[in-house]
């Protein structure tokens, strides 16, 4: 094993020396760089949720930094698969589940970032999380709980078995410890798994802490909750997790397999739910429309002519057949519900704005109305159908079963799809518990002191080519097997041709640099980069893999440091 050499405060151009501590990457997934300082604060802030929830004898540092990588992966690669799809969270749904969460906590207004400020926590740290968060459940939304289908049968025999003749129910609150397995384990990875999830059990029975395991070994979505699953009654859990719901409070279940890991579940607290008392029959309405939007900065000519426009869709609408409605819908409605043709399917009183709740209600089935004006803008209503539903009905209870059985499925689903988005992943791990305040050797080896000294004069001499513009002795620099992000070599070198020659100056400072050898042929050079040009000032955190290509280094692979 070859040691890693830290130079601090080397400058390759003459600039402030920075501190002596160096801040590495603990690893690179999918060609995004995570470093050692974002993981040690993920594990510090672990530490403090692990005392704030009173575990007496919180996780080793080695464990929770070993979570918080692990964590940290997972979230990344999350992040990026919702960066694929082009999904985006609006400031506007970060204020409104900031409020959100002040109602919940009986907060007013602004109290919320005064409460977090007291804890030493940043208001701006919190939102960007926040908008993260939001921003996972819409790829799950997309990527996992819209593929799940309820059949009409499970539906049925839901209702018929629970809510038909209704009876008093034990509700228990689970949390569970999950281990994941690759998406097509070996017999050996399967046996090695099951047998972490058996030594887990075993602390537990001995008395470990619950939620200081979960901290520590847990790798399902709700880890950060203290592995909380949420309250489950029969048949609103896999049928593989029901032993759990004979389990008196405290008690823990055998390690339970599944497509995705081993589960081991904990029964937190239980409750009794009596059958909701029957109700009076309701009137539900299925409506269409096609809605305009008025901008709030418009000006009265541009609200007048939107007005005159949906005047004419109105009157055209009036006597037009239920395909005509939906295809004007489609083709003139503002509205998410425009590719459906305007269908916002079947609601009762209370699920609407009023404006909009009392014209629908007040056509007969298959009238449309003329303009109704509301918060949204101007709608063109058309009243589909109407119906009465009994409160005990399938109908009544459709859409409640219907998000019970989905969870269900999701949390079979859930854990297999992540299982799979991560074996795809490009991961490389490094050590950061070897790169936190590293010191030259004081005898260090002749060879290992030769090649740092190589790959010095290789940074150096790549650095001095992209300042002096020089096209060809920069290129030099790169190997042939150098894999540039989203190009190919060919397209990046004429893309570097054309940015680096667009330049009239250029100059690139380099401070903080650490070379750490993988091995005899491969090295990891780190550093701060200081970028100026005539047009342009940036400042990043790089890395270099470096190969040795006879007796020269090449660069193979070049990364930036995603920014926390």
């Not at 080695?62 to 919702?82: G, M, N, P, Y």
């Not at 859990?237 to 904990?266: C, D, M, N, W, Y």
């Not at 007005?307 to 409605?325: H, L, P, T, V």
């Given at each position: 094993?070859?040691?890693t050499?830290?130079l601090?405060?080397?400058?390759?151009?003459?600039?402030?020396?920075?501190?002596?501590?160096?801040?590495?990457?603990?690893?690179?997934?999918?060609?995004?760089?995570?470093?050692?300082?974002?993981?040690?604060?993920?594990?510090?802030?672990?530490?403090?949720?692990?005392?704030?929830?009173?575990?007496?004898?919180?996780?080793?540092?080695?464990?929770?930094?070993k979570?918080?990588?692990?964590?940290k992966?997972?979230?990344?690669?999350?992040?990026?698969?919702?960066?694929?799809?082009?999904?985006?969270?609006?400031?506007?749904?970060?204020?409104?589940?900031?409020?959100?969460?002040?109602?919940?906590?009986?907060?007013?207004?602004?109290?919320?970032?005064?409460?977090?400020?007291?804890?030493?926590?940043?208001?701006?740290?919190?939102?960007?999380?926040?908008?993260?968060q939001?921003l996972?459940?819409k790829?799950?939304n997309?990527?996992v709980r819209?593929?799940?289908?309820?059949s009409?049968?499970?539906?049925?025999?839901?209702?018929?078995?629970?809510?038909?003749?209704?009876q008093?129910?034990?509700?228990?609150?689970?949390?569970?410890?999950?281990?994941?397995?690759?998406?097509?384990?070996?017999?050996?990875?399967?046996?090695?798994?099951?047998?972490?999830?058996?030594?887990?059990?075993?602390?537990?029975?001995?008395?470990?802490?619950?939620?200081?395991?979960?901290?520590?070994?847990?790798?399902?979505?709700?880890?950060?909750?203290?592995?909380?699953?949420?309250?489950?009654?029969?048949?609103?859990?896999?049928?593989?997790?029901?032993?759990?719901?004979?389990?008196?409070?405290?008690?823990?279940?055998?390690?339970?397999?599944?497509?995705?890991?081993?589960?081991?579940?904990?029964?937190?607290?239980?409750?009794?739910?009596?059958?909701?008392?029957?109700?009076?029959?309701?009137?539900?309405?299925?409506?269409?429309?096609?809605?305009?939007?008025?901008?709030?900065?418009?000006?009265?000519?541009?609200?007048?002519?939107?007005?005159?426009?949906?005047?004419?869709?109105?009157?055209?609408?009036?006597?037009?057949?239920?395909?005509?409605?939906?295809?004007?819908?489609k083709?003139?409605?503002?509205?998410?519900?425009?590719?459906?043709?305007g269908?916002?399917?079947?609601?009762?009183?209370?699920?609407m704005?009023?404006?909009?709740?009392?014209?629908?209600?007040?056509?007969d089935?298959?009238?449309?109305?003329?303009?109704?004006?509301?918060?949204?803008?101007?709608?063109?209503?058309?009243?589909?159908?109407?119906?009465?539903?009994?409160?005990?009905?399938?109908?009544?209870?459709?859409?409640?079963?219907t998000?019970?059985?989905?969870?269900?499925?999701?949390?079979?689903?859930?854990?297999?799809?992540?299982?799979?988005?991560?074996?795809?992943?490009?991961?490389?791990?490094?050590?950061?518990?070897?790169?936190?305040?590293?010191?030259?050797?004081?005898?260090?080896?002749?060879?290992v002191?030769?090649?740092?000294?190589?790959?010095?004069?290789t940074?150096?001499?790549?650095?001095?080519?992209?300042?002096?513009?020089?096209?060809?002795?920069?290129?030099?620099?790169?190997?042939?097997?150098?894999?540039?992000?989203?190009?190919?070599?060919?397209?990046?070198?004429?893309?570097?041709?054309?940015?680096?020659?667009?330049?009239?100056?250029?100059?690139v400072?380099?401070?903080?640099?650490?070379?750490?050898?993988?091995?005899?042929?491969?090295?990891?050079?780190?550093?701060?980069?200081?970028?100026?040009?005539n047009?342009?000032?940036?400042?990043?955190?790089?890395?270099?893999?470096?190969?040795?290509?006879?007796?020269?280094?090449?660069?193979?692979?070049?990364?930036?440091?995603?920014?926390?």
């Amino acid at each position: 094993m070859r040691f890693t050499i830290l130079l601090t405060a080397i400058l390759m151009t003459c600039s402030a020396a920075k501190a002596e501590t160096f801040d590495s990457i603990a690893a690179v997934i999918n060609n995004e760089a995570v470093s050692c300082y974002d993981i040690q604060r993920d594990a510090d802030t672990m530490l403090m949720q692990l005392k704030t929830s009173g575990v007496e004898q919180p996780a080793s540092r080695d464990q929770l930094t070993k979570r918080a990588l692990e964590s940290k992966i997972v979230k990344t690669i999350q992040l990026q698969e919702a960066a694929i799809l082009e999904l985006r969270v609006s400031r506007e749904e970060v204020e409104q589940a900031v409020q959100k969460m002040e109602m919940q906590n009986n907060l007013m207004p602004g109290q919320l970032e005064q409460a977090l400020g007291m804890q030493g926590m940043s208001f701006d740290d919190y939102k960007r999380n926040l908008k993260e968060q939001i921003l996972i459940g819409k790829l799950i939304n997309i990527a996992v709980r819209s593929n799940i289908k309820i059949s009409e049968e499970a539906l049925r025999e839901y209702h018929r078995k629970y809510l038909a003749n209704p009876q008093p129910r034990r509700e228990v609150e689970l949390a569970q410890i999950f281990l994941p397995l690759p998406s097509e384990p070996s017999p050996a990875q399967i046996a090695d798994v099951r047998n972490s999830a058996k030594a887990i059990h075993a602390k537990l029975l001995a008395g470990s802490d619950f939620k200081q395991l979960v901290a520590v070994h847990s790798e399902s979505p709700d880890r950060d909750q203290g592995g909380i699953m949420g309250w489950v009654m029969e048949s609103g859990i896999a049928k593989r997790f029901s032993p759990a719901l004979e389990l008196p409070v405290g008690q823990i279940t055998q390690p339970i397999r599944s497509p995705s890991g081993f589960h081991i579940l904990k029964v937190m607290q239980e409750r009794w739910q009596e059958p909701a008392p029957a109700g009076e029959s309701y009137e539900e309405v299925r409506a269409r429309h096609i809605l305009l939007k008025v901008p709030s900065f418009s000006d009265e000519k541009t609200s007048a002519k939107i007005r005159q426009r949906a005047e004419e869709i109105a009157k055209e609408m009036q006597g037009a057949s239920e395909e005509e409605f939906i295809t004007r819908a489609k083709e003139a409605s503002q509205g998410p519900s425009a590719g459906k043709g305007g269908d916002l399917g079947w609601f009762r009183r209370g699920m609407m704005v009023p404006e909009f709740e009392e014209a629908a209600f007040a056509l007969d089935a298959g009238g449309t109305s003329g303009i109704v004006e509301s918060s949204f803008g101007l709608h063109i209503i058309r009243t589909v159908a109407k119906r009465k539903i009994d409160p005990n009905s399938l109908e009544a209870h459709r859409d409640n079963i219907t998000q019970i059985l989905t969870n269900v499925e999701m949390q079979e689903q859930l854990p297999r799809w992540m299982s799979g988005l991560r074996s795809k992943a490009r991961i490389e791990l490094h050590d950061c518990s070897s790169m936190d305040v590293l010191q030259i050797p004081s005898q260090p080896d002749t060879a290992v002191q030769q090649d740092a000294q190589e790959l010095l004069n290789t940074a150096e001499g790549w650095r001095k080519a992209w300042s002096e513009r020089d096209i060809e002795a920069y290129f030099s620099f790169y190997s042939p097997k150098f894999s540039p992000e989203k190009k190919t070599l060919e397209q990046w070198k004429s893309y570097k041709k054309k940015v680096i020659g667009n330049k009239s100056y250029i100059k690139v400072s380099v401070t903080n640099v650490s070379i750490k050898f993988n091995d005899d042929n491969e090295a990891f050079v780190e550093f701060d980069q200081r970028y100026e040009s005539n047009r342009f000032t940036s400042e990043d955190h790089k890395l270099l893999i470096m190969e040795k290509n006879g007796p020269r280094w090449q660069i193979i692979k070049e990364l930036v440091q995603a920014q926390s």
